[in-house]
């Protein structure tokens, strides 16, 4: 199935059935992109597809939200996101959801993020709830004494956090 395109603004292969091999057919041959979205999720991927997929997401300049909630990604793929988020500060969102992280995996990509983005930058809002995390809350609990995360209080936007914070993340206390 080929993406959805919405003005460039947005692509999306989501709930296209892909697995790795189909992504790595897929052909991104121009040098920048404009896409604000990169929509990859519900899907079969694992974290061979992840370089692929960030390549692409390296290309786009305005990009804001990643999108691979609901595939098979595990703690490999979470440090190529750890790579990622300390060079591409400028995301907003990324959906990690309903995939394979342990709490190790999710602890390497929040450090990443909180040790990198800089201060003037908003938050980067995480979901990686329903992962292969036995205790969602005590990890919660520890990244934000470790790494100084929000799980986005009552008084925080979106992409401003009432405490300061360089990394929300949302429902993981549930």
């Not at 899907?43 to 997401?57: G, H, M, R, V």
């Not at 909630?69 to 995301?91: Q, S, V």
């Not at 999710?106 to 993020?113: D, N, R």
Request: with cysteine; charged share 30%; net charge negative.
């Amino acid at each position: 199935p080929g993406p959805v395109e919405d003005t460039h603004r947005r692509l999306s292969y989501a709930r296209s059935r892909l697995c790795d091999a189909d992504v790595e057919t897929l052909d991104f041959l121009e040098e920048s992109y404009s896409y604000q979205e990169v929509d990859f999720s519900q899907n079969e991927l694992t974290d061979a597809a992840l370089p692929k997929i960030l390549d692409l997401c390296s290309r786009c300049r305005a990009l804001k939200v990643v999108k691979l909630y609901k595939n098979r990604i595990g703690d490999e793929g979470a440090h190529t996101l750890a790579d990622f988020f300390a060079r591409y500060w400028f995301i907003r969102e990324v959906h990690l959801s309903h995939n394979r992280f342990t709490a190790d995996g999710i602890t390497s990509m929040v450090a990443s993020a909180a040790s990198t983005r800089p201060e003037e930058a908003e938050p980067l809002w995480i979901r990686v709830e329903n992962n292969a995390v036995r205790d969602q809350r005590s990890l919660l609990v520890d990244l934000e004494h470790s790494w100084q995360v929000c799980p986005r209080r009552p008084d925080c936007t979106q992409f401003r956090c009432c405490i300061g914070s360089k990394v929300h993340l949302p429902f993981l206390d549930m």
